[in-house]
């Protein structure tokens, strides 16, 4: 199975802050990642699918970026509804795998 | 509006065995494959399963191959995940979810997703 490791696990920022999310893939995926939004007692939600592409509805300061093995999510102003837990997740092989997830905390 | 309302979830014993149950609504259900993911408690998500949009093709996690059977009935709206042989560790929040693709299209991306039913093994 491809493994999915995000970096950081966690972090901490404050509201304005950019903020940038790794997600490495132990094999090539071409741009089949996706990205998701999970907050506390709520279902994932959809933000960016095919690596780079934006999910209707999705804020703009939400953008996905990368292909092959290393993708990048990036939050260009970090706003307080953005404080939540966010997941890559590859869907080039089966069985389809979510990265560990990475935290965004409030600073 | 889509809608997405698993049940089904409760406390089963080990090597026990369960039904679960999504209704589906709100968009043309025999388009689209769908999918079962699991989240343990403060754990991530899972992937579990998906079944093609006719029902033709599924596939499963390595950690529930042999033991769970993804179905659906188009009739009926409706998606289901019979669960055998239950162990601790498919203890979780057990969401069903849309693939984002339509039109026999199985694309591995969740656009949808339900708010879970609760699947506790345990003696």
């Known amino acids: 199975a491809i493994q999915l490791t995000q970096s950081p696990s966690s972090l901490s920022a404050s509201v304005g802050d950019r903020v940038t999310i790794t997600c490495r893939a132990s094999q090539g995926i071409s741009s089949a990642l996706a990205w998701y939004q999970q907050k506390p007692g709520k279902a994932p939600k959809l933000l960016i699918y095919d690596a780079s592409s934006l999910e209707s509805g999705v804020p703009s300061r939400f953008s996905g970026s990368g292909s092959g093995t290393d993708f990048t999510l990036t939050i260009s102003s970090l706003q307080p509804e953005d404080f939540a837990t966010y997941y890559c997740q590859q869907f080039n092989n089966y069985p389809l795998t979510f990265g560990g997830g990475t935290k965004v905390e409030i600073k | 509006e889509v809608q997405l309302v698993e049940s089904g979830g409760v406390v089963v014993q080990p090597g026990g065995s369960l039904r679960l149950s999504c209704a589906a609504s709100g968009f043309t259900f025999d388009d689209y494959a769908m999918h079962w993911v699991r989240q343990a408690p403060g754990k991530g998500l899972e992937w579990v399963s998906l079944i093609s949009w006719d029902g033709g093709s599924t596939y499963y996690a390595d950690s529930v191959k042999g033991r769970f059977t993804i179905s659906r009935d188009n009739s009926k709206n409706s998606l289901y995940l019979q669960m055998n042989s239950l162990r601790a560790e498919d203890t979780a929040l057990y969401y069903c979810?849309?693939?984002?693709?339509?039109?026999?299209?199985?694309?591995?991306?969740?656009?949808?997703w339900g708010q879970g039913t609760l699947v506790t093994v345990s003696s």
């Open positions: 979810a849309k693939d984002i693709s339509g039109g026999g299209v199985n694309s591995g991306t969740f656009d949808y």
